[in-house]
């Protein structure tokens, strides 16, 4: 496991969950290294400290993102972008009744700036 590349998974708690387990199995059938808080075990150290430890060692950050803003989740991605990792945006499309917080909206507006280095995409649902 130690020489399988390192992909850190990142979006609000309680939301995507799906998503997110559909990513970690994509991951894991491609032979890498899933790092997500639904397969990480306990530890006596505080969950900022151990995600943001976790995205300084991984290879390759994925963000996902959907309506809700969450610091930890921005935090998680300004370290990947500072540290170079390899960063990749999911988007997910809102129904025309959904909507983004303002804080979120921000985000993915500069996130979808090419120069910065970050490939992002849309999706639909897990199975798009």
């Known amino acids: 496991m130690a020489d399988q590349l390192k992909v850190f998974i990142s979006s609000k708690e309680g939301e995507l969950e799906s998503e997110r387990l559909m990513v970690i199995k994509a991951i894991k059938s491609l032979f890498l290294n899933p790092v997500s808080s639904e ?3 306990a530890k006596f150290r505080s969950m900022k400290e151990v ?3 976790e995205v300084r060692s991984s290879d390759i950050y994925i963000g996902i993102f959907g309506r809700k803003y ?6 998680e991605f300004s370290i990947a972008k500072s540290s170079m990792i390899k960063r990749f945006i999911f ?3 809102l129904k025309e009744s959904e909507t983004r917080d303002e804080q979120l909206k921000q985000i993915v ?3 979808e700036d090419a120069e910065q280095g970050t490939v ?7 199975f798009d």
């Open 120 to 126: 992002t995409e849309y999706f639909l649902d897990i």
């Open 109 to 111: 507006k500069e996130v």
């Open 51 to 53: 995600n943001e430890k």
């Open 70 to 75: 969450s610091s930890p989740t921005i935090q």
């Open 91 to 93: 988007k997910k499309y």
């Open 39 to 41: 397969i990480r075990s």
